[in-house]
């Protein structure tokens, strides 16, 4: 006798759940009240205003250095910054927001070799520091979903989000983290700041 045989197909997330952090209002009020040093309220001001990767904004890369971020790929008239994106071979330009501007200028007037001149191992401790000091437990890719979910919820889809942290693809946002225009990058920037200050400060 031939026993029936039911196939069920299950999706990457259901075979690989992941443990995405969502990060709360009393968090978010947390991280901006907590009292850091300048260097980590700059790393925690840098990555949540990007939403770049780990990688993406430390000048010290020592196992390919052609993927450090340099002088030259900051250009503070325009407000602009040269990123190499996750597997990209071409520097994507992205919209620089003022709190970076002035973080980066800071760095560029102190005389720093590079506008972020650490290492991957640096950034690290910095956060691990940050944790301790907060009582949060979360990681810097953790920074970029924070730029997501805050771009999130001036939008019930995805767009804002993937402009917020640069990635194309709807399921990695959704799945994950929750070429545009400077323009729109800005308008994004923009959106995320107005949450974070409704959030911390009570602004409208």
Not at 181 to 193: A, D, G, K, P
Request: proline share 2%.
């Amino acid at each position: 006798q031939r026993q029936k045989v039911i196939m069920y197909r299950y999706t990457a997330a259901e075979l690989n759940p992941m443990d995405i952090k969502i990060w709360t209002d009393k968090e978010i009020i947390t991280l901006d009240q907590c009292e850091l040093t300048e260097q980590e309220r700059d790393i925690i001001t840098l990555y949540k205003f990007t939403g770049c990767r780990a990688k993406e904004l430390i000048g010290r890369n020592y196992l390919n250095r052609d993927k450090e971020l340099k002088w030259h790929h900051i250009d503070f008239e325009n407000n602009t910054m040269l990123i190499l994106e996750k597997r990209g071979k071409v520097r994507t330009k992205k919209y620089m927001d003022p709190e970076v501007r002035a973080i980066f200028r800071k760095y560029f007037i102190a005389g720093h070799e590079r506008p972020l001149d650490i290492g991957y191992d640096k950034l690290n401790s910095i956060i691990k520091s940050v944790n301790k000091k907060t009582r949060i437990a979360f990681t810097c890719h953790d920074l970029r979903r924070l730029s997501a979910q805050l771009a999130r919820r001036h939008d019930t889809g995805v767009e804002a989000a993937k402009v917020a942290i640069g990635d194309k693809t709807n399921s990695v946002v959704t799945t994950h983290y929750a070429p545009d225009s400077i323009h729109t990058q800005r308008m994004v920037n923009e959106q995320i700041r107005a949450t974070y200050n409704h959030i911390t400060r009570g602004e409208a």
